[in-house]
């Protein structure tokens, strides 16, 4: 392990905040047994206060963010059936860096180890759109994720809303977007984008008219 991500285990311990807070306990320790409110040598004092401070500053942390952890989890990090996946910041680095192929195939990665999940697939698939220039493949992703059991509603909407967008593209199947664009006026018949979709199906009849 490198001397990083030993620093990175030892601070997401609650070491760090346990050290911080046993300095304090050690110095608050000397102090009452100089004023006589505790017993002992005085060179105990330090030790005894900064040890008890130390245990307790990191006990404290991890309940606080263990706790919070999971409720995020429960909140927004759902498992596997669930929207989102946990932020995986060595990915969005590589996209930052304009490393596509690599994110893209690390995003593949994350959806094969969480196969219900569609958060990987979507961000794959939105990468291949918008950075790769690949409709066809980001085509077969968002198609892929709309076949997944038990969807919830706002990841088939999304999926959904892209596949017509692709099939809307001036090399599109505008065809093909017709069909979708029902379908999704079937599935989502009220609200701001259905009323779009209605508009969008209008629109392309009457250009198959002219």
């Given amino acids: 392990m490198s001397h990083e991500n030993r620093l990175l285990r030892f601070a997401q311990g609650g070491n760090v905040q346990g050290v911080y807070v046993g300095v304090i306990a050690a110095f608050f320790a000397v102090l009452m047994r100089v004023a006589g409110m505790v017993g002992g040598p005085l060179w105990a004092a330090p030790l005894v ?22 409720l995020a989890k429960q909140i927004i990090l759902p498992d596997a059936e669930g929207t989102y996946v946990p932020q995986h910041s060595q990915i969005e680095a590589l996209e930052v860096q304009e490393r596509y192929a690599e994110a893209f195939d690390a995003w593949m990665q ?16 939105d990468l291949r759109l918008r950075q790769m220039n690949d409709p066809a493949t980001a085509l077969e992703l968002y198609e892929q994720v709309r076949r997944l059991p038990g969807l919830r509603e ?57």
């Avoid at 206060?49 to 999971?70: P, S, V």
Wanted: glycine share 14%; hydrophobic share 40%; net charge positive.
């Fill in 154 to 210: 706002e990841p088939l909407r999304y999926a959904s809303q892209k596949i017509i967008d692709i099939h809307l593209r001036p090399d599109g199947d505008h065809g093909r977007a017709l069909v979708e664009l029902r379908r999704f006026v079937e599935t989502f018949p009220e609200g701001r984008e259905a009323e779009g979709a209605r508009v969008a199906i209008a629109r392309l009849k009457a250009e198959r008219i002219q």
């Fill in 110 to 125: 994350v959806a094969g180890e969480r196969p219900g999940n569609p958060s990987p697939l979507l961000r794959a698939a």
């Fill in 49 to 70: 206060g900064g040890a008890l401070g130390f245990l307790a500053g990191r006990a404290i942390t991890r309940a606080l963010f263990g706790g919070g952890e999971r």
